[in-house]
């Protein structure tokens, strides 16, 4: 149990378009999803906190109109990297918290999807 | 400034040797402490976790990790690594918000 999914894998672009990619819980509810960013032989670095119905939180340093985050459901939360450029390239990662406690633990713990390896030329 | 922090960038082991990551946050107070390990074209897999009580978490394949609060500090072990552990592996804390602070990664190589 407890399956994330992210769709593209991969995905090559041209420098200014857009690129979607979506973060599914498979058999859970998620109200809250967070989107990492890792760079190459570096850690996760937290973007933003989705939640379900709501606003996104970013973090400082984040352009939260060059990152779009939207989850419209218990279940999906998108990322869209707008005009995107090569510096935005990158492996994304999206992580998903279940919704409701978890026994024994006071946190939920987060599960994280397979990443999207995003390449702008 | 907060941080987590791996000291061990690259590590490189034979067969049967024993492994030892350290780990270490700046973060006062309460704090949930996690390990995650990354195969090589994987996603991140929960090795174990630590929210309270006994600080030697047992975790699976054979990992644990020891919490010393007075060191900041929580390292993961194994007592004999295998090819197959060849992995990337992070640390990450929760200091009791909705985020996870991940450490930098450390690179593991096991050769036969």
């Known amino acids: 149990g407890a399956v994330v999914s992210q769709h593209p894998s991969r995905v090559i672009c041209k420098s200014g378009t857009s690129v979607k990619i979506e973060c599914r819980s498979l058999?859970?509810?998620?109200?809250?999803m967070f989107w990492y960013r890792q760079f190459p032989k570096q850690s996760l670095m937290l973007m933003a906190t989705s939640n379900e119905g709501s606003k996104a939180t970013y973090e400082q340093g984040v352009e939260k109109d060059k990152f779009l985050i939207n989850h419209a459901s218990l279940t999906l939360s998108t990322l869209t990297v707008t005009s995107a450029h090569p510096e935005d390239s990158s492996f994304y990662i999206c992580s998903a918290r279940p919704s409701g406690p978890q026994t024994g633990t006071p946190y939920n713990e987060q599960f994280f999807g397979p990443g999207t390896r995003l390449t702008v030329l | 400034a907060q941080s987590v922090s791996q000291h061990n960038h690259h590590v490189i082991l034979s067969e049967a040797a024993s492994l030892e990551l350290g780990c270490n946050y700046s973060?006062?107070?309460?704090?949930?402490l996690f390990w995650y390990v990354q195969y090589p074209g994987q996603h991140l897999q929960l090795l174990l976790k630590?929210?309270?009580?006994?600080?030697l978490v047992k975790g699976i394949k054979g990992f644990e990790a020891e919490f010393i609060k007075s060191k900041f500090s929580f390292n993961l072990r194994k007592p004999s690594v295998q090819w197959s552990d060849t992995a990337e592996y992070f640390c990450?804390?929760?200091?009791?918000?909705?985020?996870?602070?991940f450490g930098t990664g450390t690179r593991l190589q096991v050769f036969p």
């Open positions: 990450a804390v929760n200091p009791y918000t909705d985020k996870l602070i």
């Open positions: 973060y006062g107070g309460t704090v949930n």
């Open positions: 058999d859970f509810q998620a109200t809250t």
């Open positions: 630590y929210f309270s009580g006994d600080p």
